[in-house]
C-alpha cells in the first residue's frame, strides 16, 4: 500500500549502487576482442513513467498495515514510541500493541503514532513517490507520460515530458498533474509508442499540456530518432523502460483497439501483425478487448531493426513494468510479462514474479522494485564478441576440459570449466556400439556430436558431464560453476609469518592492511573476505562464484592409482586433478570424479586484493580487472618410475605459474599429496633480491635441467662411499611485460579514436631479458638482463646491451647432442629480436665429484621488428614486429643440410585490433646445431651476422610452388642462399596469435585478422577473422588443397577458422598407437612420423 512515512525510509543508495553507466578504461589489451569498442559506453538508463491520472487518483489512499519494525513520526502527544499512552476510542485495538490495565486501554506510542498518520490521497503519494525516484537517481534519464484530462478526458494519453537528464523538469511540474476523467490504459501507452517510434500524434493533440519539442510536425508527428540532433529519444545500441502506474481497470476502448489491428506497421518480431487481441474486465465490469499486452509485446520484440527500424544502431528495444494500486488484474499481469518486465501489486501475497504480480507495501517500494530491476539489466547492450569464448581446452586421455567465460563491460566477467569426452571408439563413457562417429570428435554425456560444426563452440543442448542437463554453452549453467555453488573446498591465501617468510594459510586471516585495504562507506574488510569465499553479506552462496579463465589454460594432472589397489583408481581411471587461474585472483584446483567434479581448495593471491572492491561493487568504470591470469606448468617427479605420483614414495608433482597483467609473482606451490593441504614453496616479485627486472609475470615457466646445477649425495655403506649426483630443475622465463608499451608505436606519434596521444614507442623500462630460477627455493641461477638492471657485476647477473625490449613469450629449450641436459635456450622479445643462449658445462677440478660447472653465453640470432635498422626512433612504422609467443624448435634437414630451425610469429597480441602493422611468420634456419661458446675470448666462436629480413627468402608469392617451372628452380636455390623463409601475414591487421607446432613436416599455426571496418552493426564488436595455416616446414608451400580445385596455391596455405577472437594454441592429442594425431582446436589431424611432434612448455619425467 502507499505509505508517506514508509516511503521516507526507503532510500535509493542501494539501487544507485547497481550498474548506472558502463565505460571501460581506454587501453589496449586482448578483452577489446570481447566488447564492443564501436560506440561510446556512457549510457544512461532511459525511463518512461506513465503516471495514471484518471480521476480515482484524487481518492484517499488506503493506509499502510501497521509494521512495528518501523518507527513513524511523532505524534505531538505521542513523543515516546515505547510509552504506554491512552488509545483514542476509535483507534482499533492491537493484541501485541495494546494492554488493558485497571480497565482502560493504553498502547504503544508508536503504534499510536501511526494510527494518526494524516491519509494521503493517491495522486499525492504517486507525485512522491516519482519525485523521491528521481531526485535519488541522478544518474538516470527519466520522462513522464500522463493521460488526457479536460474536455477529451478518457482519450488517451500525452507526453508530458520527454526523455532527459535527471528528469527535466518532471520534479518541479508534477503539483500540476490533477485527478481527472477516465483510464485509457492502451490509448495512453500508443501514444508513447508512437513517441518513440517516431510516428504520428494519436490524440496527444488534443491537450495543450503536452510536450511539444519532440514534435517535429507540432500536432501531426513525432521527431524520428536523427532530427533530434544531440540526444535521441532511441539511442544507438541502448534499449528503453517504460514503468506504468494506475489504480484501477481500464476503459472501454474500442477505438484504439480498432487502430492497433489496423496499424501495418506493428509487427512482433518483425512479421506477426496484430490482428486480435485478448479480453479483460474494464471498469465498468465487463470483458472487453485490450491490446495493451500486444503493444508491450512488440516493443519487446519489434524485430531486427529495432524502433527506430534501423539495423546499423542495434536491435533496440523496449521493456514495460506495471504498478497496480488496489488491483492484481490480469491485464498488468500480461502486460509485464510481454513486455519482459515485471508487474507490482499492492495487493495479494504473492511474491513470485513468474506467477503473478509481486505484492509490495507501498508505491515506492514498487518503484524501488521496478528501478532495480531495470538497472539491473544491461543499459547499454554492446554484446561481446560472443556469449561465450571457450578457446581453451585441456586434454588427458579422453577427456576434453574447456574453459569459458562470459564478457562483461563491468568489472566481473564469470567463468566456467566443462568436460566432455573425445570419442575414441565404442568404448569411450557414454558411448556404445551403436554410436559411431568419426574418431576424434567430441561428444557430449550422451555420446551425441558435442561442438557446433566446424567451431570449436559447444552447442546448444548439449549436455556436458559433471551434470544432468542441457547446459551447452551457458556459462552460468552445468560445470564446475554450478557444482561450485553447492560445496567450495578449503580456502588458502599467501601470509606473512612474525620470521618474514609466506606460507599458505586461511583466507579468513588475510593481512587487508597489508594490501591496501579498508572499510569504507560500501563494504567493510569482513565483506570483501566474504565476497572472495563466494558468499554475500549474510552468508549466502553468491549467484556465481567462478571467474574468468581468460589466459590461464586448465592443466591436466595425473597423479595415476594412487590408492595402489586399483579400486578407486586404476590406469583407464586415474586420479585426475586439475589447475586453473581466474581473474578474480583465484587458483582453483579440482578432482574430476568422472561424471561430478568437486573442488579440492582454491588459493587466493593477495596482491590482487586491491581489485575486490571493483569485484564486489561490480564496477564498470574500471574496465578488466586481471588475477591470477598466467598459465600454470608442471613439474611431475615419479622417482620409481610407477606411473604413480604417492607423495609417500617421495614423489613430486610442483606448480609454478605468474600472474601475467594481474602482477609481477611467480609461485611455486608443492600439490604431491592431491587429498592435503597445498605448500607454498616459493613466491618472488620485483621486489626480490635479484629480480628487479621483472615486469608483469607473462612468460609461462619452463622447467628444465641444465649443466653445471646439480648435487651430489654421498653415501657411505660398509666403509664405500657412494655418490650420487643428482641435477637439480630450474625454470626459466621470461622478464616480463612493460605495458607502458601497450599503445605507443614505432615510428610516429598518434591520436586515437578516444582523443588520447601516444608518443613514439620508447625502449622497454622493465621485463628486458631472462631468468633462470632454481625450481626447488626460487634463488636466481643465472639472468640476463639490460645494462642498467644490476649496480655490481657478478657471476650470476649477467648484463648485456642486445636486451632493450621487454620478453613475454616462454623460452624454447634445447638438448643439442641427447644427453639430457638443455645447452641451449633461444628466446624472443617485444622488438622483434630473436636470442640464443648456449651452457655449457666445464669442470673446475677433475677430482671433486661436484666440479662440474656451467658456462653461459648470449647471442643476438636475428633482428626482425624495430631494431632491424640502426636508426632511432623513427624506421618504418610497419616494422613494429613484437614476438609475443614462445618459438618452436625442429631439429631438421633439408637438401643435404642440417639445421635447427627457429619457427615463431610476429603480432602484438596486447593490441589486437591495430591494423598499421605488417606482421610475418618466420622459420629461421640456425645452421650452428650445437653447443657452441660465443664471444670474444680464446677458446669462443666469433659470433655470426645478426639475421635481418633481408637474409630471409621473402616465401609470400609462393613461387615454389606456384611459378613456372625456372621460377621454381630459381626461388629454390635462392632460398639455399638464406638463412630461412618469412610469409607477410596479408589480411589488414593480421598478427600470430598462437605458438606454432610442428609434425610430419608440417608447420601449423593460427592468426587473427580485426575487420578493418566497424561492424555494420554498431553494437557488435568487430570480431575480424582467424586464419589456421598449414605449410610446408622448409618451403612454406602449401600442403592442403583446401579450395578442392586441385592445385595448390598460396590461398591453400589457410582455411577460415569459425571461432571468435583469437584462436587458442592447438590441442593435439593421439587416437591410439599408430593412429593419427588431431588437434582438438581446428580439427586438423594427421599422421606423425620421424620428424615428430614438437611441442616447449613443460617437462614430465
Not at 398 to 420: C, H, I, Q, V
Not at 646 to 652: C, F
Not at 736 to 762: L, M
Not at 819 to 834: A, K
Amino acid at each position: 500500500m502507499w505509505h508517506k512515512e514508509i516511503l521516507q525510509r526507503i532510500k535509493m543508495a542501494a539501487i544507485v549502487a547497481v550498474l548506472l553507466q558502463h565505460q571501460l578504461i581506454a587501453s589496449a589489451d586482448d578483452t577489446e576482442l570481447f566488447t564492443g569498442a564501436n560506440i561510446n559506453n556512457n549510457a544512461r538508463p532511459q525511463v518512461m513513467i506513465i503516471l495514471d491520472t484518471s480521476g480515482s487518483m484524487g481518492w484517499d489512499a488506503p493506509k499502510a498495515e501497521y509494521n512495528s519494525s518501523n518507527i513513524y513520526p511523532l505524534h505531538d502527544k505521542y513523543p515516546d514510541p515505547d510509552a504506554y499512552y491512552k488509545k483514542p476510542d476509535n483507534a482499533p485495538k492491537s493484541s501485541s500493541e495494546c494492554k488493558k490495565k485497571n480497565g482502560k486501554w493504553k498502547c504503544l506510542g508508536n503504534y499510536l503514532n501511526w494510527y494518526k498518520q494524516p491519509v494521503e490521497k493517491r495522486i499525492t503519494l504517486a507525485r512522491e513517490s516519482i519525485r523521491q525516484l528521481i531526485n535519488d537517481n541522478s544518474n538516470v534519464d527519466f520522462g513522464l507520460a500522463a493521460f488526457i484530462d479536460g474536455d477529451y478526458s478518457g482519450y488517451g494519453g500525452y507526453i508530458r515530458h520527454r526523455i532527459s537528464e535527471n528528469g527535466g523538469n518532471i520534479v518541479n511540474d508534477l503539483n500540476n498533474l490533477d485527478p481527472d476523467g477516465g483510464t485509457p490504459l492502451c490509448g495512453a501507452y500508443y501514444e508513447v509508442l508512437n513517441f518513440f517510434t517516431g510516428r504520428d500524434l494519436y490524440r496527444a493533440q488534443y491537450t495543450s499540456s503536452r510536450d511539444t519539442s519532440v514534435e517535429s510536425q507540432v500536432g501531426s508527428q513525432y521527431k524520428t530518432t536523427n532530427e533530434y540532433g544531440d540526444i535521441p529519444v532511441i539511442k544507438p545500441c541502448q534499449n528503453l523502460y517504460i514503468i506504468y502506474v494506475t489504480d484501477g481497470e481500464p476503459s472501454t476502448e474500442s477505438s484504439v483497439n480498432s487502430t492497433i489491428k489496423s496499424d501495418t506497421d506493428l509487427k512482433i518480431g518483425g512479421t506477426t501483425r496484430i490482428t486480435s487481441c485478448a479480453k479483460y474486465e474494464d471498469n465498468g465490469g465487463d470483458m472487453s478487448e485490450n491490446c495493451l499486452p500486444k503493444l508491450a509485446e512488440y516493443l519487446a520484440n519489434p524485430g531486427a531493426g529495432g524502433l527506430d527500424n534501423d539495423t546499423a544502431t542495434g536491435n533496440q528495444k523496449a521493456f514495460t513494468y506495471t504498478i497496480g494500486f488496489a488491483t492484481d488484474q490480469q491485464l498488468l499481469r500480461d502486460t509485464a510479462d510481454k513486455g519482459n518486465g515485471v508487474c507490482y501489486t499492492t495487493v495479494g501475497t504473492n511474491t513470485d514474479s513468474t506467477t503473478g504480480c509481486v505484492v509490495v507495501n507501498d508505491i515506492a517500494a514498487a518503484f524501488q522494485g521496478a528501478l532495480g530491476e531495470i538497472l539491473q539489466q544491461t543499459s547499454t547492450f554492446v554484446s561481446p564478441a560472443v556469449a561465450v569464448n571457450s578457446f581453451k581446452r585441456t586434454e588427458s586421455l579422453d577427456n576434453a576440459y574447456y574453459a569459458m567465460f562470459l564478457p562483461s563491460e563491468s568489472s566481473r566477467w564469470t567463468g566456467n570449466l566443462k568436460k566432455l569426452k573425445i570419442y575414441k571408439g565404442d568404448s569411450t563413457t557414454g558411448c556404445n556400439a551403436l554410436d559411431i562417429h568419426t574418431q576424434g570428435i567430441v561428444v557430449d554425456r550422451g555420446c551425441d556430436p558435442a561442438l557446433d560444426d566446424g567451431s570449436n563452440r559447444i552447442a546448444d543442448g548439449r549436455s556436458t558431464y559433471w551434470n544432468t542437463i542441457n547446459d551447452g554453452s551457458e556459462v552460468g549453467s552445468g560445470g564446475l560453476g554450478a557444482a561450485l555453488l553447492n560445496a567450495r573446498g578449503t580456502f588458502y591465501t599467501n601470509i606473512v609469518n612474525n620470521s618474514g617468510n609466506e606460507y599458505l594459510g586461511s583466507v579468513d586471516n588475510i593481512d587487508v592492511s597489508r594490501f591496501g585495504i579498508s572499510d569504507s562507506a560500501n563494504y567493510t574488510t569482513a565483506n570483501l573476505i566474504n565476497w572472495i569465499k563466494g558468499l554475500d553479506n549474510d552468508g549466502n552462496t553468491l549467484s556465481w562464484v567462478l571467474g574468468d579463465i581468460l589466459h590461464s589454460r586448465p592443466v591436466t594432472l595425473n597423479y595415476g592409482d594412487t590408492d595402489g589397489t586399483g579400486t578407486e583408481y586404476n590406469d583407464t581411471n586415474p586420479n585426475l586433478r586439475l589447475v586453473f587461474g581466474t581473474n578474480y585472483g583465484m587458483l582453483h584446483f579440482i578432482e574430476d570424479q568422472g561424471n561430478s567434479v568437486v573442488e579440492n581448495w582454491s588459493f587466493f593471491a593477495g596482491e590482487t586484493a586491491s581489485n575486490i572492491p571493483k569485484l564486489y561493487e561490480n564496477r564498470d568504470d574500471v574496465g578488466h580487472p586481471y588475477g591470477l591470469d598466467g598459465q600454470v606448468s608442471v613439474i611431475r617427479l615419479d622417482y620409481n618410475n610407477d606411473g604413480n605420483i604417492k607423495h609417500t614414495d617421495g614423489d613430486r608433482m610442483i606448480l609454478y605459474f605468474g600472474m601475467r597483467r594481474g602482477g609481477n609473482s611467480y609461485y611455486a606451490i608443492d600439490v604431491s599429496n592431491p587429498d592435503g593441504a597445498p605448500t607454498l614453496l616459493w613466491r618472488i616479485d620485483n621486489q626480490t633480491a635479484g629480480y628487479s627486472e621483472l615486469g608483469q609475470s607473462w612468460s609461462t615457466p619452463v622447467p628444465m635441467i641444465i649443466p653445471g646445477h646439480r648435487e651430489v649425495i654421498s653415501t657411505t655403506e660398509s666403509g664405500i662411499t657412494t655418490n650420487t649426483i643428482n641435477y637439480k630443475y630450474v625454470l626459466a622465463f621470461g622478464a616480463g611485460y612493460d605495458s607502458t608499451n601497450d599503445d605507443d608505436r614505432i615510428g610516429e606519434a598518434f591520436t586515437d579514436a578516444n582523443g588520447d596521444t601516444h608518443t613514439v614507442r620508447k625502449y622497454s623500462q622493465k621485463g628486458r631479458g631472462l631468468f633462470f630460477v632454481d625450481a626447488a627455493t626460487g634463488a636466481l641461477v643465472k639472468s640476463f638482463t639490460a645494462p642498467d638492471d644490476i649496480s655490481t657485476a657478478n657471476s650470476v647477473q649477467y648484463e648485456s646491451s642486445l636486451l632493450k625490449w621487454s620478453v613475454v613469450s616462454s623460452p624454447a629449450p634445447m638438448d643439442s647432442n641427447g644427453d639430457g641436459l638443455i645447452d641451449r635456450v633461444y628466446f624472443s622479445d617485444t622488438g622483434g629480436n630473436v636470442l640464443r643462449i648456449d651452457i655449457g658445462k666445464v669442470y673446475l677440478d677433475a677430482n671433486a665429484p661436484n666440479a662440474e660447472s656451467s658456462i653461459w653465453s648470449m647471442i643476438k640470432l636475428a633482428k626482425l621488428g624495430a631494431d632491424e635498422t640502426d636508426v632511432r626512433p623513427s624506421p618504418d612504422l610497419s616494422s613494429d614486429r613484437r614476438f609475443m609467443y614462445q618459438p618452436e624448435l625442429v631439429r631438421t634437414t633439408y637438401r643435404g643440410t642440417a639445421y635447427d630451425a627457429v619457427v615463431l610469429g610476429s603480432g602484438n597480441r596486447a593490441n589486437p585490433m591495430a591494423t598499421t602493422n605488417t606482421d610475418r611468420y618466420y622459420v629461421i634456419r640456425d645452421r650452428n646445431i650445437f653447443y657452441t661458446r660465443f664471444g670474444n675470448c680464446n677458446s669462443c666462436t666469433t659470433p655470426p651476422g645478426v639475421i635481418t629480413n633481408n637474409d630471409l627468402y621473402d616465401a609470400s608469392s609462393n613461387l615454389i610452388q606456384q611459378g613456372t617451372d625456372e621460377q621454381k628452380a630459381g626461388a629454390l636455390s635462392l632460398l639455399d642462399t638464406k638463412s630461412g623463409w618469412y610469409i607477410n601475414l596479408s589480411a589488414s591487421g593480421e598478427k600470430t596469435t598462437t605458438t606454432g607446432d610442428v609434425y610430419s613436416g608440417q608447420l601449423l599455426y593460427s592468426t587473427y585478422s580485426p575487420s578493418s571496418a566497424p561492424g555494420a552493426n554498431i553494437c557488435t564488436p568487430s570480431v575480424g577473422s582467424s586464419r589456421f595455416y598449414v605449410l610446408d616446414l622448409h618451403t612454406a608451400s602449401a600442403i592442403r588443397d583446401v579450395d578442392g580445385d586441385n592445385d595448390k596455391q598460396a590461398d591453400d596455405r589457410f582455411s577460415l577458422l569459425s571461432v571468435v577472437g583469437t584462436p587458442g594454441d592447438a590441442t593435439i592429442v593421439s587416437l591410439g598407437e599408430g593412429s593419427n594425431l588431431i588437434d582438438l582446436n581446428t580439427g586438423y589431424s594427421g599422421a606423425a612420423n620421424e620428424v615428430g611432434i614438437h611441442r616447449n612448455g613443460w617437462i614430465e619425467q
